[in-house]
């Protein structure tokens, strides 16, 4: 699906709004690039009337203040967190890694949702609702933000629980990315549980 204008985006969601529905979940995920842990997909509805000041694409923002905001959108949105861990990126790819995140963040959620607006090019298969892809979607649209934000502090926290876990990979200095002291790492120690073993650097070392 191609990345759909503002008045194309405007036009669905106004369609939407003639159709009554109203619980329409932002949906965005973290993780495609590292090379360990999981995809980690969240999907938000936002209650009516509710404060978006500060919800933006996460990775403008600094560490405390989505740790903030992830705080306040649990406690006032309705969420779906869902985790696809190495393995499963490995059998599936990351891109059916990713979509299958997502669906599972949807399904996820304490209340079905009657319309999805997912982050990037694709809408998972699958659903009971109407979907609609738009890229750039964690940055025009405030519920991908805030999906986007959840998702961030949800890994970031998973990939700090993996350093104790494993130590000597820093896990919780660069989540699983193929930085320089990841890199060597993997040299010095090689695989643990965690890593993809269908990405290159550790593809070389199964």
Same mark, same amino acid.
């Given at each position: 699906?191609?990345k759909?204008?503002?008045?194309h985006l405007?036009?669905?969601?106004?369609?939407?709004?003639?159709?009554? +529905?109203?619980?329409? %979940?932002g949906?965005d995920?973290?993780?495609r690039?590292?090379?360990a842990?999981?995809?980690v997909?969240a999907a938000?509805i936002?209650?009516?009337?509710?404060d978006?000041?500060?919800?933006?694409?996460? =990775?403008?923002?600094? %560490?405390?203040r989505? $740790?903030?905001l992830?705080?306040?959108? /649990?406690?006032?949105?309705?969420?779906g967190?869902?985790y696809v861990?190495?393995? $499963?990126?490995?059998? /599936?790819?990351i891109?059916?890694a990713?979509?299958l995140a997502?669906?599972r &963040? *949807?399904?996820?959620l304490?209340q079905?949702? $009657?319309?999805? +607006?997912?982050? #990037? =090019?694709?809408?998972?298969?699958?659903?009971?609702?109407p979907? +609609?892809?738009?890229?750039?979607g964690?940055?025009?649209?405030?519920? *991908?933000g805030?999906a986007? *934000?959840?998702? =961030?502090v949800?890994?970031?926290?998973?990939?700090?629980?993996?350093?104790?876990?494993?130590?000597?990979y820093a896990?919780?200095?660069?989540a #699983?990315?193929?930085?320089k &002291?990841h890199r060597?790492?993997l040299a010095?120690?090689g695989?643990?549980?965690?890593?993809? /073993?269908?990405?290159?650097?550790?593809?070389? +070392?199964?």
């Amino acid at each position: 699906m191609g990345k759909p204008g503002t008045d194309h985006l405007a036009d669905r969601l106004q369609q939407w709004r003639e159709q009554g +529905l109203r619980l329409i %979940a932002g949906v965005d995920e973290v993780g495609r690039g590292p090379l360990a842990g999981p995809v980690v997909a969240a999907a938000v509805i936002l209650p009516e009337g509710f404060d978006a000041t500060g919800i933006t694409d996460s =990775k403008k923002l600094s %560490a405390s203040r989505r $740790e903030a905001l992830s705080a306040r959108l /649990l406690r006032e949105a309705q969420v779906g967190i869902a985790y696809v861990p190495a393995p $499963e990126i490995d059998r /599936l790819n990351i891109h059916g890694a990713t979509l299958l995140a997502m669906a599972r &963040a *949807i399904a996820a959620l304490p209340q079905p949702p $009657e319309a999805v +607006l997912v982050d #990037g =090019k694709f809408v998972p298969g699958g659903l009971d609702c109407p979907g +609609l892809a738009v890229i750039g979607g964690d940055a025009r649209v405030v519920a *991908i933000g805030a999906a986007s *934000i959840v998702a =961030k502090v949800a890994r970031d926290r998973l990939m700090a629980a993996a350093s104790r876990h494993y130590p000597g990979y820093a896990f919780a200095g660069h989540a #699983g990315y193929p930085t320089k &002291a990841h890199r060597a790492a993997l040299a010095e120690r090689g695989l643990c549980p965690l890593h993809r /073993l269908s990405y290159g650097p550790c593809r070389d +070392l199964a």
